[in-house]
């Protein structure tokens, strides 16, 4: 077992180029697993600065100096950010108190349609299995409520840490837009000279990674606003709350859509019943994820995407589940960062494996 141990690590790990990237990618790894709370506010600032340094790079390159172009690009972005706060969150907390309001009746039409169902299907359906679904629906509805008020409470103890987040965060991203190249010369003097591989995968993966999250934030203000219009010239309630939430969605491929395709289904039924507009509903909604799967999403991320639905999938499961919301988001460039990690390690020719497929090869 000790030899087999040793030949996989001379075969894999003897170039010192593989080993310091191995050394790289475990102590990225680390940090943010175990420090990622620690070091929330200043990993948030390096994404977000990172979504925002292309514009910066492009004012530099038309010969605005570096400090100029990070401090235009930083108002803009917390004129964004207020403007968010100031108009849009207000509107989205209003129609989700509204929506919460209406749930008791929505509750009280959906057990009046359940209990219809034993007199059309008795042979299917019978009364104590609707009273057994009504209770656990409405004990979910309680879960959910506890968790809410939760979450309001866990707020308000963690107001003032909110607060210093909010003048902490966008201090470290202006100080990590401007002192850029300074912040690099830094990092790299603690790295060897010689470190070709780790930069092969850095400059393979750089442009991908900022490719498709700004992207991916285009796609989700285009997919965001095309909805709510449609939303709105259709006369669905609560047209700007759902079509933030079709806007969000798009951060999960494929299992997103389906997901809101629920509440959608459930507020138009509860507002029209079964009828020409729920179908119309319904059928703009198919129309809108149709032309950002085959249309926006190509568009976007033409050369950035190369990976099988499946290991998308998986990549988001994975990385969600370790960083949340930031790991879903960034899910597929991270497995793009694992296909180049593989793609870039170095292969022996004695390895069993190639030999197993060049054989089945010929």
């Known amino acids: 077992m000790i030899s087999f141990l040793q030949a996989w690590y001379m075969r894999h790990f003897s170039d010192p180029q593989v080993a310091l990237l191995a050394v790289l990618l475990l102590t990225g790894f680390a940090v943010i697993f175990f420090a990622g709370k620690i070091l929330a506010p200043l990993l948030a600032a390096i994404v977000i600065a990172y979504l925002l340094d292309g514009a910066v790079t492009w004012a530099e390159n038309r010969g605005v100096p570096r400090w100029l172009g990070a401090t235009v690009v930083f108002l803009a972005f917390i004129g964004v950010m207020l403007a968010i706060s100031v108009w849009l969150v207000p509107l989205l907390f209003k129609q989700a108190t509204q929506f919460f309001s209406e749930v008791p009746n929505m509750a009280n039409k959906g057990q009046q349609l359940l209990m219809q169902l034993p007199e059309r299907y008795p042979s299917v359906i019978t009364e104590d299995d609707v009273v057994t679904i009504i209770g656990e629906i409405r004990s979910e509805l309680g879960k959910v409520g506890q968790t809410v008020l939760s979450v309001s409470v866990a707020s308000v103890i963690n107001l003032i840490t909110v607060l210093v987040y909010m003048v902490l965060v966008p201090v470290l991203i202006f100080f990590l837009l401007k002192d850029k190249h300074k912040l690099l010369i830094w990092l790299t003097g603690f790295l060897p000279h010689d470190r070709r591989l780790a930069l092969q995968v850095w400059h393979e993966m750089n442009a991908k990674f900022a490719s498709y999250a700004r992207g991916k934030l285009l796609e989700i203000v285009i997919v965001w606003l095309v909805t709510y219009i449609t939303f709105l010239v259709l006369d669905l309630n609560y047209p700007l709350l759902l079509s933030f939430i079709v806007g969000i969605s798009v951060i999960v491929p494929y299992v997103g859509a389906a997901v809101v395709t629920v509440p959608i289904a459930m507020i138009a039924y509860f507002q029209w019943g079964i009828g020409p507009q729920f179908g119309?509903?319904?059928?703009?909604?198919?129309?809108?994820?149709?032309?950002?799967?085959?249309?926006?999403?190509?568009?976007?991320?033409?050369?950035?995407?190369?990976?099988?639905?499946?290991?998308?999938?998986?990549?988001?499961?994975?990385?969600?589940?370790?960083?949340?919301?930031?790991?879903?988001?960034?899910?597929?460039?991270?497995?793009?960062?694992?296909?180049?990690?593989i793609n870039a390690w170095p292969k022996t020719d004695d390895d069993p494996f190639l030999d197993e497929t060049a054989e089945e090869g010929e």
């Not at 998308?312 to 990690?341: C, K």
């Open 280 to 341: 119309w509903v319904l059928l703009a909604y198919g129309v809108i994820q149709f032309l950002d799967g085959n249309v926006l999403v190509p568009l976007l991320f033409s050369e950035v995407v190369n990976l099988h639905p499946v290991a998308i999938i998986a990549a988001v499961l994975l990385f969600g589940g370790l960083w949340g919301l930031w790991g879903v988001f960034f899910a597929i460039p991270l497995a793009t960062l694992v296909q180049a990690v």
